[in-house]
């Protein structure tokens, strides 16, 4: 792992919603995995933009962006759980990582924040 472990935790949701969403067979189920897909990589890919981030404001916002997707990410996995689209197993792996992810970025937006206040 790198230094950074939400960057690496996002990374490894990211995989894991793929993989989930190509394993999917159930039929009618494109507009679930669709939803999915795009909540669970956009995750990871604002946690990734927000390391190159022009302020600490557009930081903040960029954290801001994935815990909204990964609060919709938990949305799509468990309509998906629930209409027996996923297995058990791997609706709690992705729910778990899903829900680590989710409390580092609150911990993280907390702790800018609270930085970008001292500032001023």
């Known amino acids: 792992m790198s230094e ?4 690496d935790l996002s990374f490894e949701f990211a995989v894991a919603v793929v993989n989930l969403v ?3 067979t159930a039929s009618k189920s494109s507009y679930m995995t669709d939803q999915l897909a795009r909540a669970g990589t956009s995750v990871g890919a ?3 933009e927000a390391q ?3 302020s600490k404001k557009d930081f903040i916002a960029k954290l801001e962006i994935a815990l909204k997707e990964s609060n919709e990410t938990s949305y799509w996995l468990k309509l998906m759980y629930e209409t027996k689209r996923i297995d058990a197993a791997t609706y709690q792996y992705t729910k778990n990582l899903c829900g680590n992810i989710r409390r580092l970025l ?3 937006c907390r702790t800018a924040k609270e930085n970008s206040n001292d500032k001023k």
């Open 4 to 7: 950074n472990k939400l960057i």
């Open 22 to 24: 190509d394993g999917v």
């Open 46 to 48: 604002n946690i990734h």
């Open 52 to 54: 190159y981030a022009q």
């Open 106 to 108: 609150i911990a993280s």
